[in-house]
């Protein structure tokens, strides 16, 4: 699977969007970029996953860049329960291969009042 | 549905001693994980089973550790001596074709 670059951490404010970079410049075809969170003290928490259009769901959007290089994580208006580390993994699609993932450092994402 | 149901959510043994946690996946999943998480290593994939086999073990960190997963509703991982190090969380997550849903995790620590 191909490896993913975050920022280890940033402060946003409540109310706000919260804007989640990623890059996955060595990602291929058939990999799929996927998005987890981490509340302290809890299992980690799908979010949304991708492979080449942009996508939105109740809790965010996922736009990848045309190149697929990398994406960004949008979280609409964070509020102070958004605080987590979140994860940019990038996985084959294929369900063959298993769903396996190779969890990174993360961004440890601070919302404030 | 309940979700993951990992057991116990918190133990603490003594050195040498055998440490068994336990895991209850979400019905008509056909992927269970087993992760380790610790502040230096952060989270890492054990071992995972497909319809109640094996599939990759390679993450099992040493001949101590040790997983079963009898049937479809119910896996283990075995310690056996446990060690200090071995103090950590241990997640279990069970999957459908996208999404991976993780129990609370065990802390388990080792003294």
């Known amino acids: 699977d191909a490896k993913t670059t975050q920022p280890p951490s940033m402060d946003c404010a409540e109310g706000r969007a919260a804007n989640l970079p990623c890059n996955h410049s060595t990602i291929s075809g058939n990999e799929y970029v996927y998005w987890y969170r981490q509340i302290h003290s809890q299992g980690p928490q799908y979010i949304i996953h991708g492979l080449k259009n942009n996508e939105t769901n109740e809790m965010a959007s996922l736009i990848i860049t045309e190149d697929r290089k990398s994406s960004t994580l949008i979280l609409p208006h964070a509020t102070l329960r958004d605080t987590a580390v979140y994860y940019c993994?990038?996985?084959?699609?294929?369900?063959?291969?298993?769903?396996?993932?190779?969890f990174g450092g993360g961004t440890r994402v601070l919302v404030k009042p | 549905d309940a979700g993951v149901i990992q057991s116990p959510r918190h133990e603490v043994t003594e050195m040498g001693q055998e440490v068994t946690l336990r895991c209850k996946p979400i019905?008509?999943?056909?992927?269970l994980f087993w992760y380790r998480q610790t502040m230096m290593r952060g989270l890492e994939l054990l071992i995972y089973f497909n319809n109640n086999v094996p599939i990759d073990d390679s993450g099992m960190p040493e001949d101590r550790f040790s997983a079963k997963m009898p049937n479809a509703s119910f896996s283990t991982l075995k310690i056996q001596p446990s060690e200090p190090r071995d103090s950590a969380v241990y997640f279990c997550?069970?999957?459908?074709?996208?999404?991976?849903?993780f129990g609370p995790g065990t802390r388990l620590t080792v003294t």
């Open positions: 997550a069970s999957s459908s074709p996208w999404e991976q849903y």
């Open positions: 993994i990038v996985r084959v699609g294929d369900k063959a291969a298993g769903n396996k993932l190779t």
């Open positions: 019905s008509g999943h056909d992927y």
